[in-house]
């Protein structure tokens, strides 16, 4: 018998047996099953053989703040909640997280059963390094706020990755070419699926594999750490300055060469010009 609390419990992105064996333990005792989509977890349990005899709760993120606390009343009531999103991790570009944060204001036991996620299994096939990256979620649909974001994101030193839909993708392929150039991107395709297919090279060789094959299924984008010749004395202005507050010009000026692969002495002239400001 399961003790009471929250379970966040992930389940496959689309190959059926990517779920652990831990999983189908706690989805067949949990008392309650919440789910952004009750409809999709009735259907994933017929799939995995489970009995659907056990409540079925909505649970999203707009009307989070009311059904959290319906969910912590049946945890508090001895209950064992299960949640589940549509595919894969929840909380992970999914809801959850104000649940969670519920839970732990009020000691409740929460715990997760890992699993299947876009990002990590995208990751791990793209060839792009591992060591740092960045998630950011899903590419907002307006040119402006698409734009700015790859903006924000430019200049920071990690492999970014970006949830995306089909119908979207060329036009984001091409907004991201105009900002990140000359980097390497790599698209993951229906991952775990029949279908799954990942594509790395420039954005113009990536945009030409999709030119004729129109965009279908689920996406993952991703893109190259920037290189270090791709910096400017002005894209390093506010870091610098921001360096200067908190150590010693010496410091400041050694630690920016190094690590964009700048002249010393315009790094140091630069340095001067912002203390004297
Ligand atoms: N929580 C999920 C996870 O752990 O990855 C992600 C949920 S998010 C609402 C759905 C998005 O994840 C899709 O639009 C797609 O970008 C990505 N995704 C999910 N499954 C995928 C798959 N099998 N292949 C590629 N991308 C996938």
């Not at 259907?43 to 969910?71: N, P, R, T, W």
């Not at 994101?153 to 979207?168: G, Q, S, W």
């Not at 990140?180 to 060789?205: N, P, W």
Request: aromatic fraction near 8%; charge should be negative; include cysteine.
């Amino acid at each position: 018998m399961l003790r009471n609390g929250l379970y966040i419990i992930a389940t496959p992105i689309g190959n059926l047996q990517d779920i652990s064996a831990r999983a189908l333990d706690v989805l067949r005792e949990a008392d309650v099953i919440a789910a952004e989509d009750t409809r999709m977890a009735k259907k994933l349990f017929s799939l995995l053989g489970l009995s659907l005899d056990k409540k079925f709760i909505k649970y999203e993120d707009h009307s989070e703040e009311k059904q959290a606390q319906g969910l912590i009343d049946l945890i508090n009531a001895g209950s064992a909640v299960a949640l589940v999103s549509d595919a894969g991790s929840p909380l992970i570009s999914d809801p959850g997280y104000k649940l969670v944060r519920k839970c732990r204001e009020q000691s409740i036991y929460v715990t997760a059963i890992p699993g299947a996620c876009a990002v990590i299994t995208a990751l791990q096939l793209s060839g792009l390094p591992t060591n740092r990256f960045m998630f950011a979620g899903f590419i907002p649909n307006k040119d402006k706020a698409r734009a700015d974001l790859f903006n924000e994101l430019k200049n920071i030193d990690t492999t970014l990755v970006f949830y995306e839909t089909a119908p979207r993708l060329l036009k984001t392929l091409e907004q991201a070419a105009s900002v990140f150039g000359a980097r390497e991107v790599a698209v993951a395709r229906e991952l775990t699926k029949m279908y799954e297919e990942v594509i790395s090279d420039s954005f113009a060789e990536v945009l030409a594999a999709f030119a004729d094959n129109e965009p279908r299924g689920e996406f993952v984008v991703m893109i190259a750490p920037p290189t270090a010749a791709e910096y400017s004395l002005e894209d390093v202005r506010g870091i610098l300055q921001k360096r200067l507050r908190e150590t010693s010009l010496k410091t400041a000026v050694k630690e920016i060469c190094e690590q964009y692969k700048l002249n010393k002495n315009d790094v140091y002239a630069l340095a001067l010009e912002l203390k004297n400001e």
